[in-house]
């Protein structure tokens, strides 16, 4: 399907087409640009309290006698993979 067949954007020629695509490739490159050392750190960082948090889920469960303890320990583990795949699986597929 091209962007012809839509009728809300039918009204576009090439011309407008283009544009946008050469915007939107600006406003990409703005982007791209603008990432640095600052966003490898909180990656690095994020990674880090991930596996931080991974770990101390295990010896929670490890070493639970109690449940209490066993609930700490399955939560922790919960968050450790919600923040793995949320946050640094969606940031580094992002690239």
């Known amino acids: ?9 039918a009204h576009l020629t090439d011309t407008d087409i283009e544009n946008l695509a050469v915007e ?13 050392e600052r966003d490898a750190r909180y990656i690095r960082r994020t990674v880090a ?3 931080a948090l991974e770990v101390a889920g295990r010896l ?3 070493g639970s ?8 320990g399955t ?3 919960a968050l450790a993979k ?11 597929m992002h690239g």
Request: hydrophobic share 55%.
């Open 1 to 9: 399907m091209a962007i012809t067949d839509i009728p809300a954007f």
């Open 24 to 36: 939107l490739d600006a406003i990409r490159l703005d982007i791209e640009d603008s990432r640095g």
């Open 49 to 51: 309290a991930q596996r």
């Open 60 to 62: 929670m469960l490890a």
């Open 65 to 72: 006698a109690k449940r209490s303890a066993w609930w700490a």
């Open 75 to 77: 939560v922790t583990l």
């Open 82 to 92: 919600i923040v793995e795949n949320m946050e640094i699986g969606h940031n580094v």
